[in-house]
């Protein structure tokens, strides 16, 4: 009975096995040769795209002299859509439309600069952009429509040209077209690709890949993060590349849309910021659905720069400048408002700017957005005027005419002339140059030698002086100190004019004559020079008559700050023909703030000032509005810094010599020179 039992549950067990395997071999079967042709149907339908793409570096960041962090970067997402595999796809305006609602939903701005109204009855933007309007007559002639299409009929062209059917309302399907056009004007202009939303939270990155869009992907990238409002025009940047640039760095391994830096800092030390871009693996479906990721070279961040700025003696800079022009401007017109300034404060024994100040200025958050309405401000606000403004010097050219004099042997020490107020050596040809004193006094300064001269900015002397040497040593000296020619800053600067007979005649086609040289000897005429040659010259003077080139760049540290990949080193250019003379030049200087034209601001200042003040005629009756301008270095015994001040329409060099004193007594306060702002700073 027991055998029996066992033999039957063997029989049992074996049919349960034939039957699994003849389950099996139906299944096979059915698959390979019944449902082969479907299956294979299903796979071809299914594909994906594996490709190499750009791992942007983290961009290095930008610090001042102190460690104190100026300008950084941190992650952004942006929302992207892919327009070559969206063009494939029956249900794109779908796509598009459920994309633009769910980022409406979220309050998630997005682009869209079609410059068409947004609602029926349409008509073009009356306040569009620049680009707007190149983007659009582009359009037009790449689609050979006729440019005074009126809105209405372009909308109904877009609407059939994109596909969009006649059961979407007409509020969506305006909606479809500005991202549709968006991504075709792109393309047509060669332009980088299009980028939906810019900069978007995590929240609604989380929400996207909720709801995986076809052709809509996350693209994470950069962003800079400015820790200042101040010294925009020196830290500059960063922006997408043009095609000129484009061919410059794509020898340098850059991709495409890479972000480069624009202006400023962000662009003279592009090489360092940069870093190296790292590459990766990327498998796509179809719909451009990323499916798998995978670093190949990773990316090199890009190394910190440190500049020679101090970050809050440029602050005091800019609100001192701004504040001294809102004062003056009160009580203008608007047609007579001042119109820039600027100011640079240099170290007199380095070549090091510790700060450049141009106004008006902007704000480097809010740059992209404004570009185009700065770019077309009659103002210049992104001119940096400290570097690349070009101004007559007025009276505080007379220490170089001085210096001609002196090295020359045309005047000692000991030399006097008599200021009588008028001086009138060309009389007979209808020239007689007054002394600034004579309309208030109806006479002169009397005698004066060349440091009185300077203390009481003696025109007179200065055009007898003037008169006695010549342009061709005037000139010389200028140029010996670096006036007429770019300092060697890093950063984009102007190399000025420098009077001479050839310029005049090869610019005007006029001869020189004798009264350039006197005019010329006091600072007016063609002579034009940057506020920072000015500064740099006052340094010469100060430190004895060596001259620096001009230098922004303290030290270049690795990307974690561990080791110093640069350190500057001041770089002495030459040394000043009669630099023995100078002691003179400088007691002058002095007298100027203790018992001269400075006396109102410096004569009871605790710290010896030497300085020079200038007022420049520009054109028009009124005084007023000659340009102001002003040198100054201290301690005039043991010199540390030079500044040079420039205000359009300032009045003179006397009005706005209060901005030096406000630097002055924030770099010379033991509490404010110590102190740096912990929060930012980086390095002890």
Known sequence: ?????????????????????????????????????????????????????????????????????????????????????????????????????????????????????????????????????????????????????????????????????????????????????????????????????????????????????????????????????????????????????????????????????????????????????????????????????????????????????DIALQEVCENSLAAKIDLINAERTEEDRVTGGAVVVTQVKTGKVLAAASYPTFDLATLQRFYNDLAENPSKPLLNRAFMGIYNPGSTFKMVTALAGLRSGAITEGTTVNDTGIFTEYADRGFSPVCWIYPLTGGGHGKVNVVSAIRESCNYFFYWLGDKLGIDRIAQTAADFGLGSKTGIELPESAGILATPEYKKEKLGISWYAADNIITAIGQGYNLFTPLQLANYAATIANGGTVYSTTILDAIRSADYSSVVYEQTPSALRQIDGADYLPLIQRGMRQVSESGTAKSVFGDYPIPVASKTGTVQVGGSSAELNNGVFVCYAPADDPEIAIALVVEKGTSGATIMHIARDILDFYFTEETTAAVAADNTILP
């Open 1 to 309: 009975m027991q055998k029996l039992y066992k033999t039957s549950r063997i029989a049992i067990v074996s049919v349960f096995v034939f039957l699994l395997i003849g389950v099996y071999l139906a299944t096979l079967y059915k698959m390979q040769i019944y449902d082969a042709p479907k299956t294979q149907e299903a796979w071809s339908s299914f594909s994906a795209y594996t490709q190499s793409v750009t791992v942007p570096a983290a961009r290095g960041d930008i610090l001042d002299r102190n460690g104190v962090l100026l300008v950084s970067s941190r992650p952004q997402y942006n929302i992207t859509i892919s327009r070559e595999r969206l063009l494939k796809r029956e249900d794109k305006n779908d796509i598009v439309l459920n994309l633009i609602k769910l980022a409406m939903e979220h309050g998630v701005a997005y682009t869209d600069t079609f410059p068409m109204t947004t609602g029926a009855p349409f008509s073009y933007l009356l306040d569009m952009t620049d680009t707007q309007r190149d983007r659009l007559s582009a359009y037009f002639e790449y689609f050979d429509l006729d440019p005074d299409i009126s809105a209405s009929d372009f909308f109904v062209w877009l609407r059939e040209h994109y596909g969009i059917d006649y059961k979407t309302s007409i509020p969506d399907a305006r909606l479809i077209i500005g991202v549709r056009y968006e991504m075709e004007i792109r393309a047509i202009k060669n332009l980088p690709a299009y980028v939906f939303a810019e900069d978007v939270d995590v929240n609604f990155v989380s929400v996207v890949k909720e709801h995986s869009f076809p052709c809509v992907n996350v693209e994470t990238t950069s962003r800079r993060v400015y820790h200042t409002d101040y010294a925009a025009h020196i830290l500059g940047y960063i922006g997408q590349m043009d095609a000129e640039e484009y061919k410059v760095y794509k020898e340098k391994g850059y991709a495409y849309n890479a972000l480069i830096g624009k202006a400023g800092v962000e662009r003279a030390f592009e090489d360092y910021l940069h870093g190296q871009d790292g590459k990766m693996l990327v498998t796509m479906d179809d719909d451009g659905t990323i499916l798998s990721e995978r670093v190949t070279e990773p990316a090199v961040p890009g190394q910190n720069v440190f500049l020679t700025i």
